[in-house]
Structure formats: C-alpha cells, structure tokens
C-alpha cells in the first residue's frame, strides 16, 4: 500500500539522504515480497541506537532482519534477540545477517516468548502484526531498563488514523479503531514521555 501520510515527493526527497541503504535487505524484500522496514525508519532506528546505546535489544516481528541490521549499525556492541513466528522468515534473515555478530534470531511466537523469559531491555521495536499492539504494550513496559526505549512501527496505518470512518474502507475499520485506543492508552500511560512521528507509516516513541 502506498504511504499517504506525506505529501508528494518529499518521501523521494528524504530516501535521498538516508546514509545507511542497506540496498540488499530491501532488494530482496521487493523480490520475494515480503515487509521489512521503509529505509527512512530504518534510518530513525539506526539513529536511535547510535544515541542510546542499548546493551540489549529485542525486536518483535524481526522479519528478514532489515530493521534488525539497521539497530547494529546504529550500536554495534549491541545484543539483538529478534523474535518473529514465521520459520521461513527466520531462515533468511540468519543468512541475510550471517555477519552480523550478537544477534539472535528465535522463531516463537512473541507472547511465547516473552511469557518464558524474564529479560529486561535497553531498547524494544515492535513492528508485529498491529493487532496485539496493546498486549505487547501491556507485556513488555515491566520490561524495560529505566532510560530505555520502545519503539512501535506503523501506528498510522497509512494516515488512516485521520480519516473520517466513512473513508477508510471496511476492512480497515475495526484494525483502526484499535490503534486510535491503544495511542489514548500509551498517552494516559506515559502522558510526557511518548511521542508520534510522521516517519514511514507512523512510529510511535516511547520513553522510559
Ligand atoms: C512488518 S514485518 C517485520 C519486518 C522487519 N521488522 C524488518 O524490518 O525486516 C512483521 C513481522 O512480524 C511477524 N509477526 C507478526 N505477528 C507476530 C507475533 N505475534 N509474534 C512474532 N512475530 C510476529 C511476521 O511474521 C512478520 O515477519
């Protein structure tokens, strides 16, 4: 789907200066259609890391491990653990990454996951489906090392958060309401502390 939420052009403009290309993790995601993060979030990611210098890091929903090579670049002596439930997806991002070091990637479903261990993280990227959004919020904020950082992607669902219902087409509908509640309840949660960027299809921070 395309992205709505800037006007257009300047989408063009701003994957002109990103530094970071990573043009094979993209390439290969265009190829075998598949999602990974747009280069522009890519990018905040990697700057992100460079600022905060996460000691560990998780990511729910690492796919083929794009976002997940842009957070190294940003910190490499960062310890990755990317959890995705789809095996195959798993696969190729071990060998897209192979040369990336302290990372792991667990084939599990995130609640599993995080239901089992106890770890708590410097940074968390959540880019899952948006569905379990609010669980995952629910889950992972007792999770979270003071001064740490977590980080939602697509929460605008490609400006359809602004659109009048009427607008967004039916299917659409029931997945928006969703967001709308889960963005009013991270704002009552950490009313000074989070902030919506207009970054890809909308990121959400959120700081501890
Ligand atoms: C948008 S893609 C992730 C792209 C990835 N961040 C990247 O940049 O390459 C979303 C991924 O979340 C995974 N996923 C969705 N729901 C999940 C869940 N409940 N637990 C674990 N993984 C999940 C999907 O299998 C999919 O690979």
Known sequence: MKNDILIPGILEYIRSTVRAKNEDMHDYA?????????????????????????????????????????????????????IDHNPNRIAVAKTLCIELENVEFISESAVAYLNRTAETYDMVFIDSV??????????????VNKGGLVIFDDVLLFGM????????????RQGRDELLNFIEEIKNDMPASSTLLPVGSGVLLVNF
């Not at 979030?41 to 996460?54: F, I």
């Not at 948006?130 to 999770?143: A, C, G």
Request: no cysteine.
């Open 161 to 172: 958060l602004a659109m009048e219902t009427a607008e967004v087409s039916k299917k659409y």
């Open 130 to 143: 948006k569905r379990i959004y609010p669980l995952m919020w629910q889950t992972v904020k007792s999770r």
């Open 30 to 82: 265009k190829k075998h259609d598949v999602p990974s993060v747009e280069p522009e979030t890519g990018e905040l990611l990697r700057l992100l890391a460079s600022v905060l210098k996460p000691a560990s890091v998780l990511e729910i929903g690492s796919g083929i491990g794009t976002s997940t090579t842009y957070i190294k670049q940003g910190f490499p002596s960062a310890k990755i653990t990317g």
